[in-house]
């Protein structure tokens, strides 16, 4: 049956009113960001500055070591991101195919992990990172990111494992490919989107973590990009507007770049899913 006309208007009118909305803070920060002060301070905002100005991204660098935290932030996600990704494969493969009750456990944990707020396992967590000597540090950090984004990570994957046919890997197993051969040359190409979402997921969860950054790292040198974006907020709350919004905007373009890298991969992967049979 095929759309009426009118149906098929009223989906594109919501897709673009959902993009408007998903755009509306991005392009409002850019906007801020070009800004000088006095159209800052305008009662009448407006979208387009009418003098543009690079101020704002000179005076947020002068005030504040964005490149070395950036480079933080890029340690600690892509650190994470990729043990992520290697602890959770081979965990979601055989999750998903050996159905046994520990597999129905992990599963259980799984969703269950996903309702504990973080404030709730900050303490505990402290005790633990003090003990092995990782608070103030990257690698404490790195880890506890692994640790938060595994449960997600798995979870994915596991959705990607089976969807990719059983019966690929009993043809290979019968044309003489053993185990591995069959792990690396048939399961592990069809996981690639998989892989690739589930690792962007974990860069970006990390990337724009906040609360654990913030109590787990002291100094200076070691704060990541998120925390250091509260130093442009002053000591009564009245925030550096300028500054801040071109600091905000350099801080997304990671994630963007990471996305437009992997995206093709990933839509290539929904669409491969979508007409297996």
Same mark, same amino acid.
């Given at each position: 049956?095929?759309?009426?006309?009118?149906?098929?208007?009223?989906?594109?009118?919501?897709?673009?009113?959902?993009?408007?909305?998903? %755009?509306?803070?991005?392009?409002?920060?850019?906007?801020?960001?070009?800004?000088?002060?006095?159209?800052?301070?305008?009662?009448?905002?407006?979208?387009?500055?009418?003098?543009?100005?690079?101020?704002?991204?000179?005076?947020?660098?002068?005030?504040?070591?964005?490149?070395?935290?950036?480079?933080?932030?890029?340690?600690?996600?892509?650190?994470? %991101?990729?043990?992520?990704?290697?602890?959770?494969?081979?965990?979601?493969?055989?999750?998903?195919?050996?159905?046994?009750?520990?597999?129905?456990?992990?599963?259980?944990?799984?969703?269950?992990?996903?309702?504990?707020?973080?404030?709730?396992?900050?303490?505990?967590?402290?005790?633990?990172?003090?003990?092995?000597?990782?608070?103030?540090?990257?690698?404490?950090?790195?880890?506890?990111?692994?640790?938060?984004?595994?449960?997600?990570?798995?979870?994915?994957?596991?959705?990607?494992?089976?969807?990719?046919?059983?019966?690929?890997?009993?043809?290979?197993?019968?044309?003489?490919?053993?185990?591995?051969?069959?792990?690396?040359?048939?399961?592990?190409?069809?996981?690639?989107?998989?892989?690739?979402?589930?690792?962007?997921?974990?860069?970006?969860?990390?990337?724009?973590?906040?609360?654990?950054?913030?109590?787990?790292?002291?100094?200076?040198?070691?704060?990541?990009?998120?925390?250091?974006?509260?130093?442009?907020?002053?000591?009564?709350?009245?925030?550096?507007?300028?500054?801040?919004? %071109?600091?905000?905007?350099?801080?997304?373009?990671?994630?963007?770049?990471?996305?437009?890298?992997?995206?093709?991969?990933?839509?290539?992967?929904?669409?491969?899913? %979508?007409?297996?049979?």
């Amino acid at each position: 049956m095929r759309t009426r006309p009118a149906a098929r208007a009223g989906q594109y009118a919501a897709l673009l009113a959902y993009l408007i909305f998903l %755009a509306f803070p991005f392009l409002w920060l850019l906007s801020t960001a070009f800004k000088p002060p006095r159209e800052l301070g305008s009662l009448h905002p407006t979208w387009i500055p009418h003098r543009p100005t690079l101020a704002n991204f000179r005076q947020a660098f002068d005030e504040q070591p964005l490149l070395h935290a950036a480079l933080n932030s890029l340690l600690a996600a892509l650190g994470a %991101a990729v043990i992520a990704v290697l602890i959770a494969t081979p965990m979601a493969y055989v999750m998903a195919r050996h159905r046994t009750w520990p597999a129905r456990a992990a599963s259980g944990w799984v969703v269950v992990s996903q309702a504990f707020p973080f404030v709730l396992v900050i303490i505990p967590l402290f005790l633990v990172l003090k003990r092995l000597r990782l608070i103030d540090s990257l690698a404490g950090l790195t880890l506890v990111y692994v640790v938060w984004s595994l449960p997600f990570a798995l979870w994915m994957l596991v959705g990607y494992v089976r969807a990719v046919p059983v019966e690929l890997e009993e043809a290979a197993a019968v044309d003489g490919a053993g185990r591995l051969r069959t792990l690396v040359s048939v399961t592990a190409p069809l996981l690639a989107p998989g892989i690739a979402a589930t690792a962007l997921f974990a860069f970006v969860t990390a990337w724009n973590e906040f609360f654990f950054a913030l109590v787990l790292l002291k100094s200076p040198g070691n704060q990541t990009l998120p925390v250091v974006l509260t130093h442009f907020i002053g000591a009564e709350g009245v925030a550096d507007l300028g500054p801040l919004a %071109a600091a905000a905007f350099l801080a997304t373009l990671p994630s963007l770049v990471v996305f437009a890298l992997l995206q093709r991969r990933i839509t290539g992967g929904l669409i491969a899913g %979508a007409v297996k049979s």
